[in-house]
């Protein structure tokens, strides 16, 4: 029995001898291992940053506006309008005549991993089509204006009655969060996509000529506006980013300057915009990898 006892000690000990080499041999290997390297993905990381310049183009929703001084106070109804993009040209690159185009302008700082704090310029351009009909309700005390509305309509087409535009522009001042998520992570090639919000006041710079006024061409805080965006990024070489983004919003300006003096005369109007934009930028202070 004693002899049974003491076989079965040394086996024993001799399995879990074994093991114990078994793992010793294992740990030592994994200590010769070569540490994996991943290529840090841009656009992601806590105190990364990101510039961009791109341009747009936009659509905008019919509106009501209301007009508001001495000796009136009416809205026009449905009032429709467009953007007005500037031909491919020079401009688009000429540092001096950047204010021509329909620009935006980006610059980004990630808060935490995969969320950036936004700030941004959306340069529209936002032209009232001149050559329609609108309803009208309200009253003129000037009979020659007053004339002009015929039946609860008045035809704008000869822009006496008035001509009515944001075109140096339609400036979107704004503040957005914004979400980031890795697509393709590759060695020269990264697609990152992000979705967010914003909010901003409204500074437009609005040619209005009303009842034959001089033109009143002022930049002025003029209302807030609010929206929601989503982008494609492609960057490549860790740092050369282009830039795809859509976004929609809603904008309300209820203090729009109509003339050139200080008079009380203002225009009110609300409406839905989309937009389109794309361009190029860069992401710096991307942290290297081993």
Do not use: C
């Amino acid at each position: 029995m004693k002899k049974l006892l003491v076989v079965g000690l040394m086996m024993s000990s001799f399995v879990f001898g074994q093991k114990k080499d078994s793992l010793l041999v294992e740990n030592n290997a994994d200590l010769f291992k070569t540490p994996v390297s991943k290529k840090p993905e841009p656009l992601s990381k806590k105190g990364q940053m990101f510039a961009f310049y791109g341009w747009n183009r936009a659509a905008f929703s019919n509106s009501d506006i209301r007009f508001k001084g001495n000796g009136y106070d009416f809205q026009l109804n449905n009032v429709t309008a467009q953007d007005r993009p500037t031909k491919f040209g020079i401009v688009y690159f000429d540092p001096s005549w950047f204010t021509v185009t329909q620009y935006n302008f980006r610059i980004g700082y990630f808060i935490k991993d995969n969320l950036a704090l936004v700030l941004g310029i959306d340069h529209m351009k936002y032209v009232m089509d001149q050559d329609q009909t609108v309803n009208f309700k309200g009253h003129i005390s000037d009979p020659e204006y007053a004339a002009m509305v015929q039946n609860g309509q008045v035809n704008l087409a000869d822009e006496k009655f008035l001509t009515f535009e944001h075109t140096d522009g339609l400036n979107y001042e704004n503040l957005g969060l914004e979400k980031y998520k890795s697509l393709i992570n590759k060695k020269n090639v990264d697609l990152v996509w992000s979705y967010g919000a914003g909010i901003g006041f409204m500074f437009p710079k609005s040619n209005v000529k009303l009842f034959g006024n001089e033109r009143s061409d002022r930049f002025h805080v003029a209302g807030m506006g609010t929206d929601v965006r989503a982008s494609l990024n492609l960057v490549l070489w860790d740092h050369v980013m282009v830039r795809l983004e859509g976004k929609a919003g809603y904008i309300n300006m209820w203090d729009i300057k109509t003339t050139l003096n200080n008079k009380p005369d203002k225009a009110q109007q609300d409406f839905v915009f989309g937009q389109i934009m794309g361009g190029i930028g860069y992401t710096f202070n991307t942290k290297k990898y081993k």
